[in-house]
């Protein structure tokens, strides 16, 4: 029983570490633009950040993580869809100087 008891709370601390709303640090050094960026920066790629609460915020800062995971240091959203408690982000993860 107190193995069980373990094994749940390890994964319950697994589950929240990995949560890909919370800004990692990578995602933190991620500045979210407000316009297209000019030739000061360069493109490392597109990111889609997800949400299945229905929060714009939480799907912003997934995109902010997974473009920290690229080296990105500034992100242009394109496009935000909410359908229904799903929410995505579209964007472009960009390395300006």
């Known amino acids: 029983m107190n193995k069980l008891i373990l094994l749940v709370a390890l994964m ?3 589950a ?3 949560n890909p709303a919370a ?3 990578d995602g933190k050094e991620v500045q979210v633009l407000d316009s297209k960026p000019g030739t000061e920066c360069s493109v490392v790629g597109k990111v889609v950040g997800e ?7 939480l799907a912003r800062n997934h995109a902010r993580n997974l473009a920290g995971k690229l080296r990105a240091n500034a992100l242009f959203i394109t496009q935000e869809v909410p359908n229904g408690q799903k929410v995505q982000i579209f964007a472009t993860a960009y390395q300006c100087e």
């Open 12 to 14: 319950s601390l697994a």
């Open 16 to 18: 929240c570490s990995s």
């Open 23 to 25: 800004l990692s640090d």
């Open 51 to 57: 949400n299945g609460q229905g929060s714009a915020d």
